[in-house]
């Protein structure tokens, strides 16, 4: 699976929306953009996934550049059960695999009250 | 909402002792897959399995580790004689299908080797 690039940790002030960027400028035509995010003592939970065009769900948004080099996670207000470590993953879903996610060490948002 | 239930929620054995960690994937998925996460670390694939075979397994994956689903509802991890570094959470994930969608994670089952 081709590599992201995320930062490290990140801090948001409550109700405030969040942004966070993943880069990945190897990927290839096949592979999946897909968020998950880790909250404490928990297992990973999906959060949002995107091939080429933005996406929207009722969790976040997914904003993806138009050369699918990188791409922002976008929380639109964050509140304190949005602390958790962020995943940037890509899936190659062309079938040559079995659809397995390779975590890296994520972003891990803080958010102050 | 369907979920993905793991059983149980913290197992603690003995060193050289057989575990075996439960899973209930959702209902109408086709994909299984174990992970596991040692404290601290990143969130390691183990092995996947598909179509009642292991479709893929990860270098930590070795003997001493097996998978079943045995009665077409249950899928099993299985670790023949366990290790202090198989301390972990075990999460076991499932998907409906691969290509597009997105996988479902239990809560996870703690294994502490002593």
């Known amino acids: 699976d081709a590599k992201t690039t995320q930062p490290n940790s990140m801090e948001s002030n409550e109700e405030e929306p969040v942004h966070l960027p993943c880069n990945h400028s190897?990927?290839?035509?096949?592979?999946?953009i897909h968020w998950y995010r880790q909250l404490p003592s928990q297992g990973p939970e999906y959060v949002i996934h995107g091939l080429t065009s933005n996406v929207n769900n009722r969790m976040a948004s997914l904003a993806i550049a138009e050369d699918r080099k990188s791409s922002t996670l976008i929380l639109h207000r964050a509140t304190l059960s949005d602390a958790a470590v962020y995943y940037c993953i890509l899936r190659d879903d062309s079938g040559a695999g079995s659809y397995q996610l390779t975590f890296g060490k994520g972003t891990k948002l803080s958010v102050i009250p | 909402e369907p979920e993905v239930t793991q059983t149980p929620s913290h197992q603690v054995t003995q060193m050289g002792q057989e575990v075996i960690l439960r899973c209930v994937p959702i209902?109408?998925?086709?994909?299984f897959y174990w992970y596991r996460q040692i404290l601290g670390q990143k969130v390691e694939f183990l092995v996947s399995?598909?179509?009642?075979?292991?479709?893929?397994k990860s270098e930590i994956f070795d003997d001493q580790f097996s998978v079943e689903r045995p009665d077409g509802s249950n899928f099993t991890l299985k670790i023949r004689s366990t290790k202090l570094e198989d301390s972990a959470m075990y999460f076991c994930a499932s998907t409906r299908r691969g290509k597009g969608t997105e996988a479902f994670f239990g809560q996870g089952t703690r294994l502490t080797v002593v």
């Open positions: 190897t990927i290839s035509g096949t592979d999946y």
């Open positions: 209902s109408n998925h086709l994909y």
């Open positions: 399995f598909y179509n009642n075979e292991i479709s893929e």
